[in-house]
Every structure is written in structure tokens, then in C-alpha cells.
């Protein structure tokens, strides 16, 4: 352990605290550059969450190259990424939720890291098929921690809708998997490249090639994934977008039935000079008597232009409307008697007559403010307005209405300007209605369970929504329930359509079930998430196991050639100590041949010089196989030369016959010899030993009969045979001189009939590129044939 208070290890300690302090800094940017990359595939409905999170990986391979020296650095990279995403919150929830993510994380990291240290010694470039299948699991399980922790933390503070829950676990841990399969591998190895100071410049970074395929497989899955989840996320706000259509379709209808019976109150205005009462209810009560007034209808009534209110006042009272006055709403809320003005629209007649909309007579609807927008802008335009939300005077509910207005100018005339409208508008036509009946009774009944919003866009966005309808509740929401936000709806799965009437702007938003959701999940995703994953895990162990055998295969080569040159070597070596044996050996052997001559020339007894003779003869035959010895160690060690030159063919008979001739008195053999005087181009020294061993053979193999070596002449070459009347060669033999492959190699080598003499033969004819013809049997014996190069320079007797 480096004791810092050392003065001998202070410049140590400060190296490794920058180097540290260096390491968490860039752990943590890449942290937070691989969230803001992640956040680019984000899938774009439902819980916003990534099916390829980098940083997963990154937490992995830091923890796998440093261990808990990583922490700092993906702490602090997390919990930045955490305060930047959620920065709509309150300080306290912010740092709360940063803090229990990032611990979350690290904690997925930490525990996936030590399974695959405890069961994958090569992890993460993994060295086996079995290696990658539990390194994969490990991945598997570490990644459920975050994503069950932080799921539940965002769902407890409202951040995942509660019927998206379970869907966000799975793309949560789908993302973290995902993360740490493709990106592990290739930052640990970066990791470690750039500790040893030679990244990408002495030796780039070396990723197996199952590793690569298990990362693309799974980069593969997760977008098809994607693709498909998008796919259902689209048609499922397709089917959005066309029932919110339908409502907002339906709503305009409504509203323009409503316009027309606006325009049949003006109709009736036109068609009198005054308008009573009577007059008033028997035709309402004919045109909406017989087919009600629209759903969601309060009242429809005449309100005219009044210049004089106690005119107007008086005019009621006669018409048995004794307390009628004309009023507008207090302070307190309660009826008080108009100001001055110049102009007012008082309601006069109303349709239809009860208790509660008795109370609305004598009310000016220019006294308040929106009414009165609503009045001017259909007094100017001469179309059909509308105002909300409005509160009716007669009723004692704070429930949002909707006042709706059609001018009426005087019969005859055609105003074409705003003055010349203020100049003959005569009064108005108008309806209330009560906004969520005529929605709830406008929209058609949906089969599937769906939430259908209403929002006035004129309004600020926290006043905008008025009434919220349920299919699955066949009604309005409770009264209790939290106002609806358009903003927050679209967050998640919706449609929306546009309703434009009478100079007002309505929104109409469709927002998803839980059991809507489900029915457009049809675990297709799932299923070839699952199945591209286990076919790049199975193509993925299959070629590290192939990897694998070739591996063991080049190991076990490297073996066999190591071996075998060893072999080679031992023999070489077994070979050149058998020469230098022999040749050490020669020299006693010549000295003791010297000395038994010179006894059998010495004056020895009778029964003493057959012992002498049998010494000489075996010292001889000593001699000969120490010289067969010697011959094979040079032949074996290649410290011979072939010199090739012409020379004429009785010089080797000479001493040919000296060496044969004795060898077949002592057998009682008839020995034939006739080489001629045939000039030949090889190497004289070579060739005596190459005839002298096959004629040594010969002699040895013949009980009794006839050696010969014979040379015939031809145009070209010089035709040597010898013959021996012997036993013939076994297929051993021949393959010794190079003639047959009829025996396996092992076979000649256990063989007792091996010699010394065939061996050095093969090689002596293949140095001299001669090719021996063998011809063999047990009745006829052997014959040996080869040709000589023949020299056309010199004379012979051809």
C-alpha cells in the first residue's frame, strides 16, 4: 500500500489523484454524451424512454476495467443526465429522483460486473460459447434492476402514465440489455487501450469477431423492435386521429343545427313588425316543440336593441310582464338596475317559458363583457357568433355554457360596412347551451374505450379544457377528477381534430384506454425481438466455438511440427554419433586386421591358424560395416559432394573385383565381372560405393550360383546390371533403395531384413539421379539395372 505522508511517495500520490480525478471527469462526459445520443433512438409514443441506452454499457465496462474506482465518474454523469432531463420538477424532486436513478444504474452495473467476474473468466471478449451465453445472462439480469427501480420511481411521481407501467419496465430494460451487449465490449477494450498510452496508434483495438456479431444482432433486434412498436404506436393514434375526427365532425354538426334555429327566430322577427309573446311561443313551440330543442340547449330567445329602458320597461308591463326590468349582474352578484348607455340588448321573449329562464328576462346582454365581444363581433360581420365559457344568469350552477348570437337588421335593408350594421341592427337571435351535453350527445358511441376532450384554444392552456367524455364510462368524467392539460395528453398516445364554428376554435382530443392500448399489442415485437436475439446468440457460439477448434487446431500443429523436428534432430544427432563411433572405432580394427595378417604370415601352429583365420575374417567384416556406418553418417549429415567428371569404367572394375572376387571364393560362388572400357560422365567415388554395396548384398544373400556385373552399351547411356542367383528382396528392401511403395515406412523400420547397405544406395542414387529398376523373386533371384550418362568425347571400344 503507497503511504502518501512518505516524502519519498508524495509526487506518486499526486500523479495517481490527478489520474483519477482525470478518469471520473471523462467517464462522466461520456456518460452524458452517450445519454444524449440515446435519446436520439428514443421511441417517440408512450413512456419516451431508448431501446439502445450507451450508457449501460459504459457504467459496465468502467466497472469491469476499474472497478469501484469507476463509481465517482458514472455517479456524477448520471446524476447530471438525471437533473437535465427532468428540470421541469422542484429542486427537492429533481435531486431526489437524480440521486435513486444513478444509484439504480450503478447498481445494475456493479451486480451484472461481479456475476461475470464470478462466472466468465474471459468477459467481456468472450473466449467460449458457454462464456457468452451466461456473460449474456448476467446482461439479462443486471439490467432489471435499474429498470424495476427507476420505472417505479417515475411512475410514483407521475412522470409514466399507470396503464404504461409495465410496457416501460420492458422498453426500460430493454435499453439497458441492449446498451450493455453492443457497447461493453468495445469501450472495455478502448479502456485498456488507453491506460497502456497506445490506443489507436501501436495496436488498434482487437474485438473478437463473436462479439461483433452478438453486438450487431442485437442492434438488429432492438430496431426491428422499434420498428415494430412505432408500427403499433402509428396505428394506434391512426385509430386516435380518425375517432377524433368523428367527434369534432359530429360537434360541428351540432352546432350548425343549433345556428339554424337561431336563423328561424330571425325569420319570425322579419315576418312581423312586432314580435309579442304569443306570437313568439306558438312558433316555437311548433318549429321546436314537436322535436325538442338540441341536446345540451338551455333556452333560445329575442333580444332587440333598446335605445330607452324605461320605454322598454313600460312596453313589458303591458305586454303582463309586470316586473319586468331591465337589469345587469352586480358586484355581489346580484341584480341591480342598468347604467347608462347608449344601446341595450335586453333578453324579451324566451323559449322555453319555465321558472328558471323567466329569471333571464330583462337581462342585457351587452352589461357583460364576453356577451357583449360576442354581440359586436356578430353585429359587425353579420354571421353567426359564439362566446364561451359563459355562466347563466337564471341558473344558480357554475356550469360553462356557450352563448351563441345572429344578428338581425331591419327588413329591407343590406349593410354592407360595420357603421351601416351598428347603423339598422334591430336586435339579436340567441341561444345558450350547456358546452359538455351538446358534446356528450354530439359524439357517436365508439366501440373501443377511448376519452374524448374538449378545449377551447382562445383560452390560456391551464383554462382551455371544458369537458372530458368516456366511452368506457358511457359519460362525463367526474367532477372531482384533475383538470386535463391538451399539452400533457399529447405526451403520450392521442388524436386530435380541430373544430372551427362561428369565429371560435374547439379541440377535440382523443386519449387511449389501458385496454385500448393492449388491443393494438400484438406481441409480434416481442416475439422477433426474442428470435433475432437467440439466432445471433446461436450464430454468435457457434463461430467462437469455431474460432475455438481452429485454435486448438494451429495448437496442436505447432506440436506436431515442434515434435517432429525434434525427431529430426535426435535422429541427425543418433546418426552422426554412429559415424564418429565408427570412424573412432576403424582405427583399432585396422590395427588388429595389421596384426592377424601378421600372424597368419608367422610360423603358428596347426590347430592355432584356423582360429587366426576366423579372427582375421571377422575383423574384415568388422571393418566393412564400420565403413557402411561411416558412409551412412555422411550421407545423413549431407557432408558429401557429388563431383561429377568422365572417366573410363575398368578402373572401377579393378577394385571392384578386389573386394568381390575374395567374397566369392570363400562362398564357393561363380563371380562374373565386365564393366568394358566404356567412358562414362559421374562420380567415380560415388558410384564404387553405390556397386560395391549392391554387390556386397549379392554375395550375401547367395547361398550358391552366380554373381555378375555386366555393362552394355547403347547410343546414349551405359546400361550396368548385376545379378545374383539369391533368395530375392523382400518388398522392405525395395522400398529401402526407393523402387516400391508397397510397404508403409513403419513397416521397414520394424523390418529384420533392413540393411545398412540399401539405404546408402537410395541415397547415393538419388545424389547421382539415378533411377534403380529392381527385378526379384525366390526362383530366379535378383537383378539390379540402372543407367550412366555415356561421354561421346572420349574414345571407347562401342
Known amino acids: 500500500m503507497i503511504r502518501c505522508g512518505a516524502p519519498a511517495n508524495v509526487k506518486l500520490c499526486v500523479r495517481l489523484k490527478a489520474e483519477d480525478i482525470a478518469v471520473t471527469l471523462c467517464i462522466a462526459l461520456l456518460w452524458i454524451v452517450g445519454a444524449q445520443l440515446g435519446f436520439y433512438v428514443a421511441l417517440n409514443q408512450g413512456f419516451q ?73 474471459t468477459a467481456p471478449i468472450w473466449g467460449s460459447a458457454r462464456d457468452m451465453l451466461i456473460g449474456t445472462a448476467c446482461m439479462a439480469v443486471g439490467s432489471a434492476i435499474p429498470a424495476f427501480i427507476n420505472t417505479s420511481l417515475f411512475d410514483a411521481v407521475g412522470l409514466v402514465p399507470e396503464d404504461a407501467v409495465h410496457s416501460a419496465i420492458g422498453i426500460y430494460w430493454l435499453g439497458e440489455f441492449g446498451g450493455m451487449v453492443v457497447f461493453t465490449a468495445p469501450l472495455f477494450i478502448v479502456f485498456k487501450m488507453a491506460a497502456k498510452g497506445n490506443i489507436a496508434l501501436t495496436s488498434p483495438a482487437k474485438i473478437t469477431s463473436p462479439t461483433i456479431l452478438l453486438a450487431v444482432f442485437t442492434a438488429s433486434a ?33 352546432l350548425e343545427a343549433a345556428g ?41 330567445s329575442w333580444a332587440p336593441k333598446v335605445i330607452n329602458p324605461p320605454e322598454w320597461e313600460r312596453g313589458m308591463r303591458a305586454a303582463g310582464e309586470k316586473e319586468s326590468i331591465l337589469f345587469e349582474v352586480g358586484v355581489d352578484g346580484g341584480r341591480v338596475r342598468v347604467g347608462n348607455r347608449d344601446e341595450y340588448f335586453p333578453v324579451e321573449l324566451i323559449y322555453p317559458p319555465s321558472d328558471v329562464n323567466n329569471r333571464a328576462l330583462g337581462f342585457d346582454l351587452g352589461s357583460e363583457r364576453n356577451r357583449r365581444k360576442a354581440l359586436e363581433r356578430a353585429r359587425d360581420t353579420g354571421l353567426t357568433s359564439m362566446m364561451a365559457p359563459i355562466y347563466l344568469v337564471q341558473s344558480d350552477k357554475r356550469m360553462a355554457a356557450m352563448l351563441m348570437c345572429l344578428p338581425i337588421y331591419s327588413l329591407g335593408t343590406n349593410p354592407e360596412s360595420s357603421s351601416e350594421r351598428a347603423e339598422h341592427l334591430t336586435g339579436f337571435a340567441t341561444g345558450v ?113 469455431r474460432i475455438a477448434a481452429r485454435k486448438r487446431i494451429e495448437m496442436e500443429q505447432i506440436k506436431t511440427v515442434s515434435a517432429l523436428a525434434e525427431a529430426n534432430a535426435a535422429n541427425e544427432s543418433k546418426s552422426y554419433f554412429m559415424a564418429a563411433a565408427s570412424h573412432d572405432i576403424k582405427q583399432p580394427l585396422y590395427a588388429l586386421g595389421i596384426l592377424t595378417d601378421t600372424l597368419l604370415m608367422s610360423d603358428l601352429k596347426k590347430e592355432m591358424r584356423p582360429v587366426i583365420e576366423n579372427v582375421s575374417k571377422s575383423v574384415k567384416e568388422m571393418s566393412l560395416h564400420f565403413d557402411t556406418l561411416m558412409d551412412m553418417g555422411r550421407f545423413q549429415d549431407g557432408s558429401f559432394e557429388v563431383n561429377l567428371g568422365e572417366f573410363v569404367m ?59 556385373c555386366i555393362a552394355r552399351a547403347t547410343e546414349k547411356t551405359i546400361e550396368i546390371c548385376i545379378y545374383d542367383t539369391g533368395p530375392g528382396l523382400s518388398k522392405e528392401q525395395q522400398f529401402l533403395i526407393g523402387q516400391t511403395n508397397t510397404a508403409s515406412r513403419q513397416n521397414v523400420i520394424d523390418s529384420s531384413e533392413m540393411q545398412l547397405g540399401f539405404s546408402i544406395v537410395n541415397r547415393i542414387s538419388r545424389a547421382l539421379e539415378l533411377t534403380i529398376e529392381v527385378n526379384t523373386s525366390a526362383t530366379i533371384g535378383t537383378q539390379f539395372r540402372f543407367e550412366l550418362q555415356r561421354s561421346l568425347t572420349s574414345g571407347d571400344n562401342s
Open 433 to 545: 347551451f350547456y358546452i359538455g351535453s351538446v358534446f356528450d350527445a354530439a359524439i357517436p358511441q365508439f366501440e373501443a374505450s377511448i376519452t374524448l376532450s374538449l378545449f377551447d384554444l382562445s383560452l390560456p392552456n391551464s383554462e382551455q379544457w371544458y369537458h372530458s367524455y368516456s366511452n368506457a364510462t358511457s359519460g362525463a368524467l367526474k367532477s372531482g377528477e384533475p383538470r386535463p392539460v391538451a399539452s400533457e395528453l399529447r405526451a403520450h398516445f392521442y388524436g386530435e381534430s380541430l373544430v372551427r364554428f362561428a369565429g371560435h376554435r374547439w379541440l377535440v382530443i382523443a386519449t387511449p384506454s389501458s385496454s385500448f392500448i393492449s388491443s393494438f399489442s400484438t406481441g409480434v415485437p416481442w416475439s422477433a425481438l426474442l428470435l433475432i436475439l437467440t439466432l445471433g446468440l446461436g450464430l454468435s457460439s457457434i463461430l467462437i466455438e
Open 222 to 254: 432492438l430496431s426491428i423492435f422499434a420498428w415494430l412498436k412505432v408500427n403499433e404506436g402509428e396505428a394506434l393514434t391512426r385509430s386516435l386521429q380518425r375517432d377524433a375526427s368523428i367527434a369534432a365532425n359530429s360537434l360541428t354538426r351540432a
Open 260 to 300: 339554424r334555429d337561431l336563423e328561424s327566430i330571425r325569420a319570425l322577427v322579419y315576418a312581423h313588425d312586432r314580435l309579442y309573446k304569443s306570437e313568439f311561443l306558438r312558433f316555437s313551440e311548433t318549429e321546436f316543440g314537436s322535436r325538442g330543442l338540441y341536446p345540451g340547449a338551455q333556452a333560445l
Open 650 to 708: 575398368d578402373e572401377l572394375a579393378r577394385r571392384i573385383d578386389l573386394e568381390v572376387a575374395p567374397l566369392c571364393n570363400e562362398k564357393n560362388l561363380r563371380w562374373h565381372l565386365d564393366l568394358g572400357d566404356y567412358a562414362v560422365i559421374s562420380d567415380p567415388e560415388l558410384l564404387l560405393r553405390l556397386l560395391r554395396n549392391l554387390l556386397i548384398n549379392a554375395v550375401s544373400y547367395t547361398v550358391q550360383g552366380d554373381v555378375s
Open 49 to 121: 424512454t431508448t431501446l439502445l441506452w450507451i450508457p449501460s454499457g459504459l457504467a459496465l465496462a468502467g466497472l469491469l476495467w476499474r472497478g469501484n474506482r469507476a463509481v465517482p465518474g458514472l455517479f456524477l454523469g448520471a446524476f447530471t443526465t438525471s437533473v437535465v432531463q427532468f428540470y421541469m420538477l422542484s429542486p427537492g424532486a429533481i435531486s431526489a429522483i437524480a440521486i435513486i436513478a444513478s444509484c439504480a444504474v450503478i447498481l445494475g452495473g456493479a451486480t451484472t460486473a461481479y456475476l461475470m467476474r464470478l462466472l466468465t473468466p
